[in-house]
């Protein structure tokens, strides 16, 4: 059922953006085994999970990122070096383990987009109130941006959280946040309300006390409904977490 719906989404994006492109082979039997390939006219294109031995492309990844890209996703502490390295290990380990859904977009070998679902495998809690909401991180490196690689990214990770029989997805962006926002709405996130976040952290990890941040922002809390018939225990548990 994935690999069907990731090769509509793939297939539709490869289609508006080049319609002599080569066709996709995609190999998905879940979300933690995405292997899919496709050449446009600038080259060859891949989708892969994030996986052993990816602390370096994550690196490699965040040299892309400028200034204003690092300051709008910051779920790495991009200022500190070591830290970084931790960090990057930490997100490998979390993709392997199952518990994180998190994936590398590459072009000629180059890794320009890297997206996530945290707590994909499972969200402790959201599940204290029979909810299963993972949370999305997404960027494309900066000379990629505005060609419709982030709308593509937000609509494979929907794809795996429906796979995944997830009531929801949660996200926050920051107020200034135009293409954030607008790739969301796009998708078909709705705003829920402005939340304070800890950053340079997994956030889901922090929601749980098993990390600290020293850095925190008040952002726009969005949410994707999944399970249209839980939707106010949904709202519920998101608005919790305004107090
Ligand atoms: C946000 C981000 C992932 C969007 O990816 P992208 O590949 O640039 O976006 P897309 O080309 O897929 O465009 C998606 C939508 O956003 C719009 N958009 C893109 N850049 C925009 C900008 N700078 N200002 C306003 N709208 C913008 C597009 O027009 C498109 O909407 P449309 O379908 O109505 O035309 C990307 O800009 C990015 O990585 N930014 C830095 C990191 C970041 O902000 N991550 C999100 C943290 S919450």
């Known amino acids: 059922m994935l690999a069907e719906s990731l090769q ?11 319609s002599d492109a080569g066709e996709l082979v995609l190999n998905a039997p879940d979300c ?12 060859h294109y891949r989708l892969r999970n994030l996986s052993l031995g990816d602390e ?34 930490r997100a490998v380990a979390q993709s392997l383990k199952k518990i994180d859904a998190s994936y590398l977009l590459e072009h000629e070998g180059n890794p320009f987009g890297h997206f996530f679902l945290w707590k994909a495998g499972g969200n402790p809690l959201s599940q204290r109130t029979g909810l299963e909401i993972p949370e ?8 990629y941006q505005e060609k419709g690689f982030g709308g593509l990214a937000v609509r494979i990770l929907q794809t795996v959280a429906v796979s995944l029989k997830a009531d929801a997805i949660e ?73």
């Open 56 to 89: 370096e492309n994550l690196c490699r990844f965040g040299q892309q990122l400028g200034e204003h890209s690092r300051e709008m996703f910051c779920p790495y502490p991009w200022s500190d070096a070591e830290a970084c390295t931790q960090a990057f290990r």
């Open 136 to 143: 999305l991180g997404v960027a494309i490196a900066d000379s």
């Open 32 to 43: 933690w085994q995405v292997d899919g390939r496709f050449r446009l006219v600038d080259g």
């Open 171 to 243: 996200l926050t962006t920051a107020a200034t946040n135009d293409a954030g926002w607008q790739a969301y709405q796009r998708a078909g996130f709705e705003y829920v309300g402005m939340i304070r976040i800890p950053l340079e952290v997994d956030v889901t990890a922090a929601d749980l006390g098993h990390v600290t941040a020293t850095r925190f922002r008040t952002e726009r809390h969005m949410v994707y409904l999944i399970s249209t018939a839980k939707r106010d225990d949904v709202m519920r548990f998101l608005k919790g977490k305004h107090a």
């Open 8 to 18: 509509k989404v793939i297939g539709d994006f490869i289609r508006r953006h080049d």
